[in-house]
């Protein structure tokens, strides 16, 4: 059960770091969330070459989102930045926030907060004039820490340009004795002389552990539209989609990722030249400060390689 | 007082100098349907002026106009954030002074431009809802200040007296809450709109 919530981490996070969801068809509701009591998810991810941290968090009572109100806000924090979790991400009862960490520390803390005219910043009006303060919360307090892992340094392929779907690559990075978990994503773009096709994969992996290592054949990011087999890797759909959109949408130039995973199926990438944008997460647990809390708790931190494929 | 408005008193006095020659007031009576700008994130609703002008002809082509304005509640979109949803909404009322002068192109219609400034006071109110069990409530707060207008006219004459009125017109409100408040939040009000309305002349 735990490993089945914990392999769902990045999309969930990176879900919950969405500002929006434009014509991403994604469920609203956070999945995986116990049915019963109230059960709090905190995320956290830097993605190599941002000098930010990308923070959400979500509440839940009985599986329904709970919302803040009346001020009540969580400030994330390095040694040397803070933030308010203003926004809402994609999933009902999610905030989200981008935290500046140029010094790329490890340790993000997350506070509970009632800050009534903070909270009101983005309002047009002079809300320090305009103020109706129901006091803080039932929340305020509350605490938590993540630490991040390393950043998977010196993420490679042993080749980059491949012509047969058959082919297979190691991927390979500096190990991590943490026992932190590994997960690899893709963003594939296929085009023939008229038409791109854009989807993403999430590839089976033989193991997930952080040894540094990983064969990974090319069928866990290529496939034959024409094959009715199931392929072996997981489309992103859902939830796991809108985050690598997400994602996306941060690296690259801007606007050049926009509804990347929204095109139809007009090319077939067995048969086409594809870009796969191979990102990989080292994830690694961390604890609330108060055992009371039910929930979970991560960080992570990512990179990305891009392969090409062009059986022409 | 700034330059624009000297200018403006400047030209106000001239014209009451030639009071003499003139014979002619209209006072005029138009609605103003106009959608309110605080230049910030609000989106209100479209609302109703009602305006009543004094006009007062010192030369056949120039009046000195003066009028009074007074809004009904206008509302901004209700929205959601993470404090709560809230509403604002907006009343306004105030004094103008200011020119218009005219040009009768046919036996029954002219066109005519109007600019001056004004006096307002402007009372802000915001309604904030938070989840059941907590409080809900409205803030209530008043500023005043000047401001300037602007507006280009079509009258029509149905007789000699009574007349139809058109105006494309924009009232601004300068400095709102400036001194109550942090220089950050001080905003200024714009209503864009038109004028709809009836002139009788005396």
Redesign the interface.
Known sequence: MFTRYFSSLPAILFSMFSLSACDIEIDNNLPDIPPQGRFVVVGANQHTAIASVQVAIAIFDNAIPV?????D?VQASTREDSILL???GVYNGS?AASLPNPANFNQIDFLMVHA?LE??Q???????????D?GP?EFVGASASILLPPQPLNLQTDSNSFINSNDSFMLSWSPESAGDIMKVRSAVSCTDDTNTYTYGTEATLIDDTDDGSENISLQQFIYDINDTTQPPFEFLLGQSRAALQELLTLIKEEGSAEDFFNSVSLVNPINSACEIQLFLFRQRDSTFDSIETNGRIFGSRSADVTLNYDPN | MNRTYKLILALICFAFSNAPQADNMLIGANVFYTIPD?????DFHTGKILVVNYNYYSLPWLAVTSGFFASEEITDNTRR????T?Q?SIETHGFTLGLRPEHLFSKRNKVYGHAGFLLYKTK???E?Y??PG????????TTDGNGYFFALGWAHSFTQKVSFQFELKTLRQLDL?DG???AE???DMSYTGFNLGLAYAF
């Open positions: 919302s803040l109100v009346g001020g806000v203003l926004k809402d905030y009534p909270a009101r983005d309002r047009w009006y002079p809300v320090d004039l305009l103020n109706i129901p919360g | 605080a230049g910030g994130s609000d954030d993470i404090v709560g809230y604002a802000l109110k915001v904030e938070f989840a907590l409080i809900t409530g409205s803030s209530t707060e809450f109550q408040t942090t939040n001080v905003f």
